[in-house]
Structure formats: C-alpha cells, structure tokens
C-alpha cells in the first residue's frame, strides 16, 4: 500500500542546479573577550555573527581592526610610492600645461574604465585649462576590442595630440605606442592588467603590478590608478586646482567595486570614502554629481552601501557598451553639472541596462542548451561559440556558467568585417574564471593562435580566427589538464554563519556590514538557512521605461522556518517554480535597500538545495506481539519505522488487526533506488506528521554464476546476429 497515487506523489521537480558541494567556512574558536572587544570597538551589543566573521577572516587583534573598520584611522600610501613612474608621468604632465600642448585620455569602455576616464577628464581639466586642450578617446565594444588600436592612434595624430594618457589599459601593446612615437606623440600608461616582459617605450607606465603583492597599492584599478595620477598632481601644484580632490573619490568607489578588485589596503580605504561621497548626491538639492543622483533614483539605491555599486550603478555604466557600444556619453554623465542633460544620458542607460538584461537571459539559455550536447566531464575549460550571440553580454554570461559548472569558461561570437572567405572570420568574445584558476595564464599558453589577448586572471577578451577554434579549444583544455590535473571540479557553495529566519534583521546586517566593502579575498558574508520553506512565491518579468516587458525575471518570496519568524526574499533570473513546496536549504546574501521608497531589509538568495533530513540513530521497529503504533513525532529519532523484516507488507497490522491507514501512516513498500527519493518522503512527513514506514521486502538473491551465464548467452546472440 502507497499513501499516493500517481499524480499524489511528492513534486520531484528540482529548482535550477545548484551547486553540488557545499561547503562551509571553517569556524575557529575565539578568544576569550574578542566578541566584547569588537563590541567596544564597533559600539553594537553583543555581536556574536560580526566577530566570529572578524575572527575567521584573521582579523583577531584590535590593532588589525584599526584602519578597517572606520578609513579615518587609515594612513593612506602616498601616491610617489609608485616611484620613479610617477615622477616621470608628473613631470611630463607638468611640462604639457607649460607649453599648452593638446593632450588626450585613452579609456575603456568598461565601468572601471569609463570612471577612470571621468577621473583623470575632472582632474586635468583642473590643470590643463586651455581650450580644447583636453580629448578623450574610448573605443568602440561592439566594433573593436580593448586597448589601443592603429586606427585611434591615426585619428588623435590627425587632431594634433601631443601626450596620450591611457587609463586601465595600454600595458600591453607595445605596436600602438611605437605608432604613437612614430607620429609625434608621446604616452603615459595607468593601467592595472598585466605587464609585459618588456617594458614599451612610454614615458612612464604607472602600474600596481610593478609593486609588491603585500603593498597596500598592490591591488588598485584602473580608477585608483587613475586617482593617485591626479593626486600627485594636486600634491605638486596644491595652488591650481578649483576643485577639492575629494569629489573624485565617488567615481573610485564605482570602478573599485564594479572591477571586482581586492578591497585590501588603499584600495579599502577609497571604496569606504568614495562610499561616504557618493551618499551625499541624495542629500543635497543640488549634488556635486547630478548624473550620479540620477543614476540612484534609477536604480532606488541611497548610494551608502557597495551594493548599490554592484547591483545598481556599474551595471548600468557597462550596459551602455554592452547594448550601443559607444560609452562615450557615460563620461558626459559622471562628469557634467547640467541636471537636464544628465536626465536625459541617466535614462539612456537605464534603458540599456533593461535589454541587456533581457539578451543576457537569452544568450544563457542558448548557451545551456548547447552545453546539453557536450561531455562536461571531458572539458575543464568550456569554450562555446554561436554566430548570433552579441559579443556585448558574452562576458556577463560566460561568469554564470563559469560559476555554475565551477569551470573557466569562453564564449565567442563570429565577427567578419570585410571577410571575404571563412579564413577571414574571426571567433571573438570573453573569458571568465572560477576556484582562483589563472585564466590569462591558460588563455596565454595558447598566444600564438590568438589575433588578441588582454585581461587579468579572472577575467579576458580575446579573438583569433575562426578556423584555428578547435585547435585552440583542444589546446586550451590539455594545457589545463596538465596544470591542474584530470579530476574534475564540482560546483561549491560556500557558507560562512548558519542562521535561522528569527536571526535575520537589522542586528545582523549591522554585525554583516563590518566587513563592507566587500570584494575578492574578503568575499560578501553567505548565510545558510536550514530546513526552511517559502511563501507567498512570485516571479514577474521586468520592464523597460516604456513599460514594455522584457525577458529577464526575478522572484519573490517571504522565507519561514521553525523559529516561527518569516522574512522577504529575492532570486534574480528565476521562476516561481525554481521554489517548489517542501522544505529546503538556502545559501542568502542579507542586504538592505535604503531607498526612501523601497527601504527594507531582505535575503537575497545563491542556492538551494533540498534539506537534508536529520540524522536518525535508533529506528523503531515494530514487533508482531504489539502491531504498529503511532510514535511522537516530536522525537527527532521516531519519524522512521522499520517492518523490513517483521511481516510482509501486505500482512500489517495495527493492535486492533485493521490494516494501518493512510491518514495515520505513510508506508513505503518499494525500496528507493536513490537517496533524493527517501527525502521526498521525509518531506511529506513533515508536512502530514505522520511516520514513514519502510515495509518492503528484502531483496531477492541472485544466483552470481547463473546471472553470468545469462549475459554471456545474450552477447553471444548479439555477436551472431550482427553476423548474420
């Protein structure tokens, strides 16, 4: 007998895939007095969560706290620490404005290149004040790649440029800068990606790379780069400028955080300022920045938290490459006073950042539809390639699936200006690591088959032509093979605190928020909530500002657990059939939305995965002489009964002889084949509080020699049917 029929069943639908491995940041024991050392320090009661993150991240003095939890008890590096390139990058600057020579930015079209443009555009024109003295120059997404290209170098000669500055980019294309020289112009490299075995011949080349990895500079980007350019130069001509340098620091703190860098040293230290200024464009009738205003009531963000950098404004900034390819206007953005103009280019990208959203979601599924007919376990770098997909969202998609699947990933479209045969296409797009793998050092071992190349390691652009694809592919893969072996890794979910939906709320956000900003090597706290289910489950499509909808979705929730408490939820990119009845385990994000119109705190969730039911270590089982019983469900031992071996299934009996009924008893007669299965019943248990009985028979014995003897006949009469 089966409590269910057919269409009874419990739901054995899964949500999205979740990553397979777990695992949780190991917890170490704290000193005695540390939780009520952080609490003098921070000034919250009691925070347990807060120091026991502190404690596990290294930070367990209160020396290494100072610097970190407030950026007005940090020493900030002197920008001439970067040494004789500094020097020699401020002298020539210098000597540009005593001659009123023109001198043009070279950007990127990325967020951290966009607000590096807009920094140094703000910080030279304090300097460089003659008419049209100051360009800048950012390619193309759609139509060319990063870096410097021939083609731009012939145009700002022909504009009587004299110096080129690039900023978060030039530090490998030593061809472009003898071009430069050739035609009369000199060059300074900022930049942060990686350095070339031989220096180009620049007048300076301004790089963290060149400083130690224990230098708190040594993980500045292309914006911070930037920054410290001009701050040397306020430091040398402190009489010049107009403008404090502080209004610049809001643009470091998006780049900073939109770039994905370590927020180690400095680099802290200009997110936790660039944070306390971006704040105030809110708060003032008329802010500093009003493109900056604007892009925050776009998004319903204050401006006070990282999060309204990584989810709010560097999406949108890179949405304007993304969907136009020209990001020019962004720097007209970030950097104009007029509020009407910047009205206008604020809900340009608003809009851009709507459909890229949409074509993100529609390049991912094409994308997982054509990993459906590989052999995953055969490939440790995924390379796919569809002529269709716009290079714009490539990279965006290419770290979902790197992150789902825990393998580097590289997808490329097929770009053929002027090709006039196949040997002319070129495979172009962008590359994505995961696990702290070295991308750039992969993609690198494969140079001479590629047309272009830069990055960083965790993330690359890259094109070669079409027809040496599977050679690379081949390639690319072997290589990994043999730096990081043939076992394959398995998607991870890492938790730092368990917690309960009663623990959710503003005491722990305030004990989480010790850490922001949070970056690589100092990773947003993940929450795992055990054993819960959701409520008032919801998707919707969102849309664009016309009202149209467009694919990309996300879904609601309020989430609820034993501790009677229940708290709102969001998972970006997912249906309300991702969260199916039943009790789950949830990995979260906590996170706090201080819009004026949308304040409130919610979970954000990573992953689920079916809870694991709690271990049981003394079944029941029942006896012929007293027949089966209720047991009290409130033992966490007694939900399982074992009649395996007490009487057939059909012959069980309550005390009274009847027969158990469903309403009293679930029984399992057949034996699950997979453990998933077994938890599908737990779940039921949990909802219907009644036992599970497990009263199927035990298995029949198998003859070994007869069964061989059995398949050696069918072989054979395969073989001689083939035969014949």
């Not at 962004?330 to 890229?356: F, G, I, M, Q, Y």
């Not at 949409?358 to 459906?372: G, R, S, T, Y």
């Not at 694919?551 to 997912?574: E, M, N, Q």
Request: aromatic residues 6%; proline residues 7%; charged residues 20%.
């Amino acid at each position: 007998m089966t409590p269910f029929s057919s269409a009874q069943r419990p739901n054995k639908q899964r949500p999205e895939q979740c990553p397979a491995d777990w695992q949780a940041v190991p917890t170490a024991a704290m000193k005695d007095g540390w939780v009520e050392t952080v609490a003098q320090m921070t000034g919250l009661p009691k925070p347990v969560f807060g120091a026991q993150l502190l404690w596990n991240r290294g930070l367990r003095s209160p020396a290494s706290l100072v610097g970190f939890l407030k950026a007005s008890d940090y020493e900030p590096t002197s920008p001439f620490a970067f040494g004789e390139e500094m020097e020699w990058a401020v002298e020539r600057l210098m000597l540009a404005r005593d001659r009123s020579e023109k001198v043009a930015i070279w950007g990127d079209f990325d967020a951290d290149g966009v607000t590096s443009t807009a920094v140094l555009w703000d910080g030279l024109r304090q300097f460089l004040t003659g008419e049209n003295q100051l360009t800048y120059f950012i390619p193309n997404r759609l139509k060319e790649s990063h870096g410097l290209s021939m083609l731009g170098i012939n145009q700002l000669a022909e504009q009587g440029v004299k110096l080129i500055v690039t900023c978060d980019t030039g530090s490998t294309n030593p061809a472009e800068i003898d071009q430069a020289r050739s035609l009369g112009m000199e060059v300074i490299v900022t930049d942060h990606h990686t350095l070339p075995e031989i220096r180009p011949a620049v007048v300076a080349i301004v790089n963290p790379r060149t400083l130690p990895r224990e230098h708190p500079m040594a993980h500045l980007s292309g914006v911070a780069v930037a920054y410290k350019l001009i701050e040397a130069l306020y430091e040398r001509l402190p009489d010049v400028p107009t403008r404090p340098l502080s209004e610049l620091v809001d643009l470091v703190a998006i780049g900073l955080i939109a770039d994905l860098v370590e927020l180690t040293g400095d680099c802290r230290y200009l997110a936790q300022i660039g944070i306390a200024q971006l704040q105030t464009h809110l708060q003032r009738d008329q802010p500093v920045r009003p493109g900056v205003a604007r892009l925050l009531q776009l998004c319903r963000r204050a401006g006070d938290r990282p999060t309204d950098i990584s989810f709010g404004i560097g999406p949108r900034i890179n949405a304007v490459s993304r969907i136009y390819g020209d990001a020019r206007f962004c720097v007209e953005l970030l950097t104009s006073d007029d509020p009407e103009r910047c009205r206008e280019l604020a809900e340009k990208a608003e809009l851009a950042n709507v459909r890229r959203k949409a074509l993100q979601n529609d390049v991912l599924q094409q994308a997982m539809q054509q990993l459906q007919t590989q052999d995953l376990s055969t490939m440790g770098v995924i390379v796919l390639c569809n002529s269709q997909w716009p290079v714009g969202v490539l990279g965006l998609v290419a770290g979902q699936i790197a992150q789902q699947h825990a393998k580097p990933t590289i997808l490329l479209t097929v770009d053929s200006p002027g090709a006039e045969d196949d040997a002319d296409m070129l495979a172009r797009g962008s590359a994505r690591s995961v696990n702290n793998i070295d991308l750039y050092d992969l993609v690198n071992s494969q140079a001479h088959l590629l047309k272009s190349f830069g990055g960083h390691p965790f993330a690359a652009g890259l094109s070669l032509p079409l027809n040496d694809l599977p050679m690379f592919t081949a390639a690319i893969n072997q290589q990994y093979r043999q730096k990081m072996g043939i076992s394959a890794s398995s998607p991870t979910a890492q938790c730092d605190l368990t917690v309960t939906v009663a623990d959710l709320g503003a005491a722990l956000f305030q004990q989480l928020k010790l850490l922001e900003p949070c970056g690589i090597g100092n990773p947003v706290p993940k929450l795992l909530i055990q054993n819960c289910w959701f409520e008032s489950v919801w998707h919707q499509k969102l849309k664009d500002r016309t009202g149209s909808k467009v694919g990309y979705i996300k879904a609601s929730f309020t989430i609820c657990d034993d501790s009677g408490a229940r708290f709102p939820g969001l998972w970006w990119g997912h249906y309300k059939d991702d969260l199916p009845p039943g009790r789950w385990d949830v990995i979260a994000e906590l996170d706090y939305n201080s819009h004026p119109k949308s304040r409130r705190y919610e979970i954000r969730a990573i992953a689920i995965r079916e809870a694991i039911p709690k271990p049981f270590t003394k079944p029941i089982t029942a006896e012929l002489s007293t027949g089966l019983k209720q047991p009290d469900l409130k033992q966490a031992d007694s939900w399982l009964l074992d009649f395996r071996r007490v009487q057939p299934p059909n012959q069980i009996t309550t005390e009274t002889g009847a027969k158990p009924s469903p309403k009293t008893t679930l029984i399992l007669s057949e034996c699950p084949t997979q453990w998933t299965e077994l938890t599908l019943w737990q779940q039921q248990v949990a909802q219907t509080h009644q036992p599970l009985a497990l009263a199927y028979a035990e298995p029949v014995a198998i003859d070994p020699l007869q069964q061989w003897k059995t398949l050696l006949g069918l072989a054979k009469s395969l073989a001689g049917s083939k035969l014949r």
